[in-house]
């Protein structure tokens, strides 16, 4: 059996990332509900509004889902505090190194498995007691490293001996079928769920990503040490000028952060943040998410049987 999917108790090792303002509980719930991973996206939630997302997705369906934690996050202490008094049964951590917090999952018998972008910091984290290793690629959305999930996820099987779920490029099933061919046992996919019919985003957002292309998005925020590819806009050009003028990290990241509230509630598609991944082009419409798991599904496990060359 998938070691992701006996580790937690899923149908299906498909991961909803845990993506902030966007993984909320109809989401999740629909994503664990059609046998996948559903993940809340906690970044900029306060500690209360995290609970109470929590209960929604509990109201909405009694399978497993998790919480992602962004370890960046001024409100950390207080998620994680949330996350053990809930017992969530599944963490995913992004922008960070969640070492510290890994001994108290543990003893609370929480599956942890950190989003990394390196081979060096997979190790790390296997080593620190990480369930999995949840590998993304730079052609991610959101905030990313540099090197591809082609490249990268072999390389994190290799090094290291827990389940490797692949993120980053992936929406469908041959996507999927490539993943476990690299030697990962599941993926994670940000993209094609912001896509769907269930994502709490404002149409004009979901519309941005059907329109893309493979070349419409761009990596800025590098000069910070902190990369995010979003769909080129008005937006991207201010986080240029804002490299050019040396601004500060922090005045980077709440642009980032404000600017993807703008897209995702108000569908402020010209100075939103369209935190989305180079996959978007292969995106042409919205769908149901029960129906985007079955397709996967289904076309990964006929492309699995009949791979031979
Ligand atoms: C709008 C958006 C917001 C995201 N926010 C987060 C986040 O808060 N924490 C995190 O670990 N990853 C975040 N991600 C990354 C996703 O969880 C996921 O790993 C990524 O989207 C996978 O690549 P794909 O977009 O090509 O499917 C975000 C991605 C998008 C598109």
Redesign the pocket.
Known sequence: MNRICEMLGIRYPIFL????H?SRAPLVAAVSAAGGLGII?S?GMSPEDLREEISAVRRKTDTVFGV?L?LLDPYIDEQVNVVLSEHVPVV?T??GNPAKYMECFAKAGIKILP?VPAVALARRMERAGADGIIA?GT?????VGEVTTIVLVPQIVDAVSVPVVA?????DGRGFAAAIMLGAEGV?????F?ASVEAPVHDNFKNAILAANERSTRVTGRSFGAPVRTIANQMTKRFVNYEKEGRSFEEFEDLAVGG?QRAVYEGDVTSGSL???Q?AGLIAETRPVEAIIKEMITTANKLLREGAL
């Open positions: 990332g845990g993506m902030a966007v996206g970044g992602n962004l995913t992004g922008a989003v993304e052609e991610a959305g959101g905030h993120a980053g490029g992936i929406a994670q996919m940000g993209t094609r912001l993807l935190m989305a991944g996959i």
